[in-house]
């Protein structure tokens, strides 16, 4: 299975915004509305920042925002904070005869 | 607090059989998806099979079909992961994670080494 296509690396100062693209398929991301967003420091765990392409979970920052359009799904950081330097990967569900979930290969926040 | 509880790290040879587990508790077990995704070193994420425990339904993908083995004990609420014959390139640590309305949450890891 292809992983869905990231940036490797992205940057911005504190106070920026900044986006990460994440792009599919119509198979898979424009396909349909299971599009997530983890966040992953270095040694921890993956936590889910985004959901159902737009959704946030209780807890995380209203500052952390998602969206799609075709099939390039997009996650946008405003406010960026030093906190924010993490791996950044997006999910997607993709039809499939096999495993219905698929990752994109990982684009790292460096916070300048 | 719903949670997923992972087995210790493990080191072993090559060749080696290993099984390592994945504890839900605080939430109804058999009613979610459980997923195991590997990190190699260095690496990104990728998923490598799902299970549903209330029926054992399983899915694997392509890269691991036939590589690992994903089964789930109801009775323990625990979902497993092993393989047969380790190899070098099996040495990643290894996550598992709940589908809910989504993949809120997740274990800790399970750090697998594997050298002769």
């Known amino acids: 299975q292809s992983a869905l296509t990231q940036p490797a690396s992205v940057s911005g100062s504190p106070g920026q915004s900044i986006t990460i693209s994440c792009t599919g398929t119509r198979s898979d991301v424009g396909g349909y509305n299971y599009v997530s967003w983890f966040q992953q420091h270095p040694g921890k765990a993956p936590k889910l920042m985004i959901y159902d392409v737009t959704t946030r979970p209780s807890g995380v920052s209203n500052r952390f925002s998602g969206s799609k359009s075709g099939n390039t799904a997009s996650l946008t950081i405003s406010g960026l904070q030093a906190e924010d330097e993490a791996d950044y990967y997006c999910?997607?569900?993709?039809?499939?005869?096999?495993?219905?979930?698929?990752f994109g290969g990982g684009t790292k926040l460096t916070v300048l | 607090e719903e949670q997923l509880v992972q087995s210790g790290a493990e080191v072993k040879k090559p060749g080696e059989s290993l099984k390592i587990s994945c504890k839900g508790s605080e939430f109804m077990f058999t009613s979610y998806w459980i997923g195991w995704v590997r990190q190699m070193p260095g690496k990104g994420l990728e998923w490598m099979g799902i299970?549903?425990?209330?029926?054992?339904?399983?899915k694997y993908s392509p890269s691991f079909q036939g590589q690992v083995t994903i089964s789930a004990d109801k009775s323990t609420s625990t979902v497993y992961l092993q393989w047969s014959s380790l190899k070098a390139s099996d040495t990643a640590m290894y996550y598992c994670?709940?589908?809910?309305?989504?993949?809120?949450?997740w274990g800790q890891g399970t750090l697998v080494t594997v050298s002769s």
């Open positions: 299970i549903h425990p209330g029926d054992s339904d399983t």
């Open positions: 999910s997607s569900f993709r039809i499939s005869s096999s495993l219905n979930w698929v």
């Open positions: 994670a709940r589908r809910g309305s989504s993949w809120l949450v």
